[in-house]
């Protein structure tokens, strides 16, 4: 993509795909969704993760899987509420940005 992610736009994508699942997700798989859509490395998320839970948007907490303690991440009451305003700034702003692009700004 040839437009900028910037730190808020970050939280609203992994705070959108943590919250799909009510168990929460692990770094490599939220890694690999949030790649579906923009270009991620781990090193770029993890800093994320880190800002939203200190934030408190999200908990975390292990599980063992294949004898190895694997580190998920689930949303919090006050991490929807972030997501929601994200969501509605987003539909705010892309609707603006579409008019402008369909003419209709002047």
Known sequence: MVF???????DAIVLAVVS???EGAYGY???Q???????????????VLRRLQKDEC???YDMECAGRNRRYYKVT???RSQLNLYESEWY???ARI????????K
């Not at 579409?98 to 003419?103: D, L």
Request: zero cysteines; hydrophobic letters at 40%.
């Open 4 to 10: 900028n992610t910037g730190a808020a736009l970050l």
């Open 20 to 22: 799909r699942s009510a």
């Open 29 to 31: 798989k939220i890694t």
């Open 33 to 47: 969704e949030v790649r579906q859509v923009i270009e991620l490395s781990e090193s770029t998320l993890y800093p």
């Open 58 to 60: 999200l908990e975390v």
């Open 77 to 79: 009451e006050k991490g």
């Open 92 to 94: 705010r702003y892309a």
């Open 98 to 105: 579409n008019s402008i692009f369909e003419g209709g700004v």
